[in-house]
């Protein structure tokens, strides 16, 4: 449906001049279709006027144009009548159904068809049923089915309308989802290249500083050792990590999923690193863990003996697994170090930030911070995953 103008369209102002320069030739023409009207000769130009005039307000005033196109209708019939006039108030029925308000198009097709009703009937009881069927048919002509073609073309151009606002809203759903999926895909992305980068990473600087400050050339020769060993290893996990990206299909190697079972050796690269880390694991045997519950939890440890590479003062850290009433429990403990100083290698926190995430998409709850202990303060991180807890991510979460 047009919104209303608060001017009169160009369209009916052009109606408008060709309805009354129409009038006019039929006038001077001498057309008149009816005969001993009360009023003749130049009277038949008032009501073509005036209607003529109410074409200009089809769009701006429709319902006011239309009541009043009626009286001038009822005036043309005490005159010798134009045809003009009558063509032009069944374009104010047509446009007072297309362009008003949404009870007036219901109502007038309704008020139509019982006028033209009324009146048959009535013409039948007073002319006879011949006379009165003719009559009836002109009165519906004029009223009745400009009305009803009034209604069809209205909704006809709702239901566009709506069809088209719902394609819009698709449309946006569409961009927001695609954006929401490329926002998760890259959180994901990001959350995998920091655990898998930052350990390697971490040890690197950790020992390339001890051997910048070592005098002797063994212990040098030992760091530089470690710096290799954690620089190769990490260069082989971030060319995995890129044939993921690349999406090579079939031509790339599956990337292994790194579990619980290889917590020996993460924490045998720790105990390389110069942790002195302990496993605790009292999880009674049973079904192997969901495998996005396995991965969280290895990423969880490993993050954690990352952050007590860098941040922890010298001491134990202590790994403790537990699992009851399905749920996973991830403990890790490290001594509290209160640092004065800038530490050797600084945090950004996208460590906690992607431990938090990991927990979230699980279900589970999370807490990190210092905790006060019989041995004294210490930083200790706890995870809680539910094991029967579906993914809240998708099915590449469980991939590196």
Known sequence: ??????????????????????????????????????????????????????????????????????????????TSGSLATVLMFTDLVY????????????????????????????????????????????????????????????????????????????????????????????????????????????????????????????????????????????????????GLLRDRGSEADPAPVPTLDGLGALVARARTNGLDVTVDDTRPPGPELPSPVDFAAYRITQESLTNALKHAAPGPVIVHLAQQDDVLTVQVSSPFADHSEQPEVPGSGAGLIGMRERVALLHGSFQAGPQVTPDGRCWQVCASLPIDQPVLSTPAEGTP
């Open 95 to 242: 446009a007072a159904v297309l362009y008003g308000s949404r009870s007036a198009a219901q109502r007038i097709p309704v008020i139509a068809g019982l006028v033209t009703v009324t009146a048959t009937v009535g013409f039948i009881a007073w002319y006879g049923p011949s006379e009165a069927v003719f009559i009836g048919v002109v009165i519906g002509l004029v009223t009745l089915v400009p009305a009803a073609t009034g209604a069809l073309v209205r909704n006809h151009r709702e239901a566009a309308d709506s069809a088209r606002l719902q394609a819009r809203q698709s449309i946006r759903l569409a961009e927001m989802d695609r954006a929401q999926a490329i926002t998760a895909e890259r959180t994901r992305m990001a959350r995998e290249l920091h655990d898998m980068v930052a350990n390697r990473l971490t040890a690197i600087a950790l020992h390339s500083t001890a051997a910048l400050s070592l005098d002797d050339p063994g212990n040098a020769k030992n760091a530089l050792a470690v710096i290799r060993e954690n620089g190769v290893e990490g260069l082989s996990e971030m060319r995995r990590l890129i």
């Open 1 to 78: 449906m047009a919104t209303p103008c608060s001017q009169p369209h160009r369209d009916d102002l052009s109606i408008a001049f060709v309805g009354l320069a129409g009038g006019l030739v039929l006038w001077l023409l001498g057309q008149y279709p009816q005969a001993d009207r009360p009023l003749d000769g130049a009277w038949v130009l008032l009501p073509l006027t005036v209607t003529a005039g109410l074409e200009m307000l089809r769009r701006v005033r429709p319902q006011t144009a239309l009541l009043l196109g009626f009286l001038a209708l009822v005036g043309d019939q005490f």
